[in-house]
């Protein structure tokens, strides 16, 4: 095999390195960049939104950093109107973050839903672990001023998609740097 073909072997290993980078980072935009179907500040505690598609949808915390959260008071229930049942909300596996300068957000529950229409209410309760909320109680911040908080329920995809980026996102890059590496290096190793 001639040293221009393998060049052009490696060449093309680049190019489906950059491919998997890029399927991979939209995998992880997904988790993120969903359509937000409801906001609900916490001073409202009921809301209603509807999923058109079935499909995973996630809840998220919204407020501003450095400051308590209202996440020890409240948890959110979801309730089919149609059905009258009560949707499973399971913990969000990799609590993914999204921040900016001064508000944060925080993926806290995920669920299933069908097409239809459903009711979001804040009950009391915690949607934190007793450690999280322990932790929580023992940091110097500010009160909790209900007004700056809020949750969103957002289309979202299933985690296992999320967890799977990342290894597709390391074996893209190994196939773009190994595909440039050994390409330059090719009259110098396959001689």
């Known amino acids: 095999m001639s040293i221009l073909s393998i060049r052009?072997?490696?060449?093309?290993?680049?190019?489906?390195?950059?491919?998997i980078v890029f399927k991979a980072i939209k995998l992880f935009s997904n988790a993120f960049n969903g359509i937000?179907?409801?906001t609900l500040p916490y001073n409202d505690n009921a809301g209603s939104?509807?999923?058109?598609?079935?499909?995973?949808?996630?809840?998220?915390?919204?407020?501003?950093?450095?400051?308590?959260?209202p996440l020890t008071y409240f948890k959110p229930h979801i309730l089919n109107t149609a059905t009258d049942k009560e949707i499973k909300l399971n913990r969000s596996i990799l609590s993914p973050r999204?921040?900016?300068f001064d508000t944060?957000?925080?993926?806290?529950?995920?669920?299933?839903?069908?097409?239809g229409h459903y009711e979001l209410k804040l009950v009391p309760g915690s949607s934190t672990s007793r450690f999280q909320a322990?932790?929580?109680?023992?940091?110097?911040?500010?009160?909790?001023?209900?007004?700056?908080?809020s949750i969103e329920i957002q289309k979202s995809q299933a985690q296992v998609f999320t967890i799977?980026?990342?290894?597709?996102?390391?074996l893209g890059i190994a196939g773009?740097?190994?595909?440039?590496?050994?390409?330059?290096?090719?009259?110098?190793?396959?001689i």
Do not use: C, Q
């Open 176 to 190: 773009i740097v190994s595909g440039l590496v050994v390409g330059l290096l090719a009259e110098k190793i396959f």
């Open 8 to 19: 052009i072997l490696l060449f093309i290993l680049v190019l489906i390195g950059i491919f």
């Open 134 to 149: 322990m932790v929580g109680d023992a940091l110097p911040l500010a009160d909790v001023d209900l007004n700056k908080y």
């Open 36 to 38: 937000i179907l409801l």
């Open 164 to 170: 799977l980026a990342i290894p597709l996102l390391l």
């Open 49 to 69: 939104f509807t999923a058109s598609k079935p499909g995973v949808y996630a809840i998220w915390h919204k407020g501003p950093l450095f400051k308590k959260t």
């Open 104 to 115: 944060g957000r925080m993926e806290l529950f995920t669920f299933k839903a069908e097409a």
């Open 98 to 100: 999204l921040n900016s």
